[in-house]
């Protein structure tokens, strides 16, 4: 049996102690923009850094600008030998000025100043760079402030990259250090990818190295002392500052966008980093789509909001729905609301207001953005107006669906919103409380693009192209919390999803689709065979290593009123090959000549299997019936796993409670049953490791 390594498919950016806010969102803008289509682009928390298993799937380990020393007191010693390790084992590391000084053996930063708290002097652990990172490179640094910015000229080492590349550019600067004698390390792996072009203010050595190159062990290090990765287009000429001429260094740095773009590709493909083919500009959100397969339930709907002081006349009379997280402004479907245009924009913060030296496409405050919100009372939405979803195709294929069960009422999806950019789906409904109390039961909403999916614990992402994203809602009786407890409703959408998967064209799954070789990792996530690797045999058990995730689980939930109000999200990988594989990428290398999946019959199709589901299980509970269903389709039977807070006894998997939904585990030799429960991201069955037991 052939095994593969996981793939490395997220992009860390460290974003605890010591680093700063803008720095961890301009390192967030511009790696979603250069990588987004090949890498999940995250942020990391120390405590996650210190505690959970990202270096199996690490591609790049990111720190941004800030304070070093901040970095240090969080993870000098065993945080550190945890990225060392991952570096000298065929990791990346990309340290951005103070990530710069921080990935240094020494660490020399206002030498000597009479200023209080500037002065920063000492060795540090990581030492990628085996030399001195020596600053401020240009004097004038004030922290927290662009008092020291400047558009900084570097002049490329041509001959360090293995494509051509520019010769020079101007690159944001603000506090950052200078590589010293950086050329006299070549023996020892280190590489000037550029260098000041102008003097600097302190001794550095013949380059006058701003960006090094370090080979560490199997894996590399990009280090940096301005800051490459700082967009222009994020950058407000008009921003307040002491800078004598700030809107001088915005207008330079711009005239040489395209140029840094170019050096920030060189430098990630130097790291062996898939560079993704557009530079597509940060999605701005669209209007949202209210339809119904019945279009006089729209209009219900919109009345029960009028009467619940839901939806609410202003007095230029547009209607709204002013939830706790976001505003929400009623269009009519056919009418073109300039006013509500012009709201949209002027309601953005002032360092967001598009002008024509500040573009839109930089960072904006997406929750601060009003909604447009478009009401379908007479139809549904044109294909025009909703290019990338056909509405009248998903519930077409939603009655086809719905037909094959026996259920006499059916609400999963009957009432849809759709955007083609959104925030995050199950945001828009969880975070407006007093909204979604009056949403009807399988409300959905689904997006083409989410550019705050979230995901376990605080990841959030851009969603990539080729994704089914929705989220439905459900609510669920306390009354049956004995019988059919709550905790399980995830397990139906898991099973829902691989049942859709596999009937998708045939009731029974007797065609093609069934021998798709998809699979459960409890508790919560969809895996699919690698295509790189062969097929099981019939009758061959699963084996884990040979699966890699394509979707996602999120259940939140919420209790009032005697019910469990659910927000079910769900993000599966449907047809982009990146950053793992797609169902569509499966299918042809495994079962080829049959049509690809498609977004609307495959949402019809899971929707319609989970209310199927959900209907049994409220009359049955999770009973043998689904437990050996659940069984035929999960990773884990008979997989031995250590339980790491019981000193490392090995235990072997048996199954999940039928009371709770806990992982049941023997431990081997003895006997003794476990119940053990899921720790978030440090729960990692595909490195034999259970952290937490309860």
Not at 51 to 61: R, V, Y
Request: charge should be negative; include cysteine; charged fraction near 20%.
């Amino acid at each position: 049996m052939s095994t593969t390594k996981p793939k490395k498919v997220n992009v860390l950016i460290y974003a605890g102690p010591g680093s700063t806010l803008s720095s961890v969102k301009h390192a967030t803008h511009s790696l979603r923009t250069l990588l987004g289509s090949h890498y999940a682009v995250l942020t990391i928390t120390s405590d996650q850094l210190h505690h959970e298993p990202w270096t199996s799937s690490c591609a790049l380990l990111v720190f941004p600008g800030g304070a070093d020393l901040g970095y240090c007191r969080t993870l000098n010693g065993d945080g550190n030998r945890r990225i060392k390790q991952y570096v000298q084992l065929g990791g990346k590391y990309l340290g951005l000025c103070a990530g710069g000084y921080y990935g240094s053996a020494r660490c020399e930063f206002e030498v000597g100043s009479a200023v209080k708290g500037m002065e920063v002097v000492g060795t540090r652990e990581l030492g990628f760079f085996p030399g001195i990172c020596r600053g401020l490179a240009f004097g004038g640094f004030v922290y927290h402030s662009e008092a020291g910015a400047r558009a900084a000229e570097l002049e490329v080492q041509r001959s360090n990259f293995g494509t051509a590349v520019l010769e020079r550019f101007r690159a944001y600067y603000n506090g950052g250090g200078v590589f010293v004698d950086a050329e006299k390390y070549w023996d020892q792996g280190v590489e000037v990818l550029a260098g000041y072009a102008d003097e600097i203010d302190v001794k550095s050595g013949e380059s006058r190295a701003a960006v090094v190159y370090c080979k560490v062990g199997e894996g590399a290090a990009v280090l940096t002392g301005p800051h490459p990765e700082f967009s222009s287009t994020n950058l407000n000429p008009l921003e307040p500052s002491r800078h004598d001429d700030y809107a001088a260094v915005v207008t330079a740095l711009r005239d040489d966008e395209g140029k840094r773009v170019d050096f920030m590709k060189a430098c990630l493909s130097k790291l062996g980093l898939q560079i993704s083919q557009g530079t597509d500009a940060v999605p701005t959100l669209s209007r949202l789509h209210i339809s119904s397969s019945q279009p006089a339930q729209v209009t219900e709907l919109l009345h029960v909001w009028h009467e619940q002081g839901i939806l609410c006349k202003r007095e230029d009379g547009r209607e709204t729905i002013e939830g706790e997280n976001d505003l929400f402004v009623l269009h009519q479907a056919g009418r073109w609301d300039m006013d509500g245009m012009n709201d949209a924009l002027t309601n953005t913060s002032s360092a967001q207001a598009p002008t024509d030296r500040f573009p839109t496409d930089s960072l904006p405050d997406y929750n601060a953005l009003p909604k447009t919100l478009v009401a379908h009372e007479d139809d549904l939405p044109d294909i025009k107006e909703t290019p990338h979803f056909n509405h009248r195709a998903f519930f077409a294929h939603l009655a086809h669906y719905n037909k094959r069960h026996a259920s006499p009422a059916y609400t999963f999806g009957h009432t849809l919103m759709y955007g083609e950019t959104v925030t995050s789906t199950s945001t828009l409904l969880e975070k407006n409380h007093s909204w979604l109390a009056h949403l009807p039961d399988g409300f959905t909403a689904t997006a083409t693009t989410q550019v705050a999916g979230r995901g376990r614990g605080t990841n959030v992402w851009v969603s990539p192209p080729g994704s089914l994203m929705f989220s439905t809602v459900l609510r669920h009786s306390f009354a049956l919390s004995a019988t059919a407890p709550v905790v399980f409703v995830q397990y139906l959408i898991a099973l829902a999803i691989v049942a859709a998967i596999k009937k998708y064209d045939s009731e029974e799954g007797s065609s093609g689709y069934a021998r798709i070789p998809v699979r459960l990792k409890w508790p919560n996530d969809i895996y699919a065979l690698d295509p790189g690797v062969p097929a099981p045999a019939d009758g061959e058990p699963a084996s884990p290593d040979r699966y890699v995730k394509i979707g996602g689980i999120l259940v939140n939930s919420s209790y009032a009123g005697g019910d469990y109000t659910l927000i079910c999200g769900i993000g599966l990988n449907v047809s982009n090959p990146s950053p793992t594989t797609s169902l569509n990428t499966l299918l042809a290398k495994q079962i080829p000549g049959l049509e690809p999946f498609r977004l609307e019959p495959l949402l019809a199709a899971i929707l319609s299997e989970f209310e199927n589901l959900y209907t049994r299980f409220r009359r049955t509970g999770w009973d043998s019936h689904f437990q050996q269903l659940y069984y035929s389709s999960w990773l884990h039977s008979g997989q031995t796993v250590t339980l790491e807070a019981e000193g490392g006894v090995k235990a072997r998997i048996e199954g999940i409670s039928t009371d709770l939904g806990l992982l049941v585990a023997r431990e081997v030799g003895t006997g003794r049953r476990w119940e053990l429960r899921s720790d978030c991201n440090s729960f990692d069955f595909f490195k034999g490791l259970v952290r937490t037991k309860v």
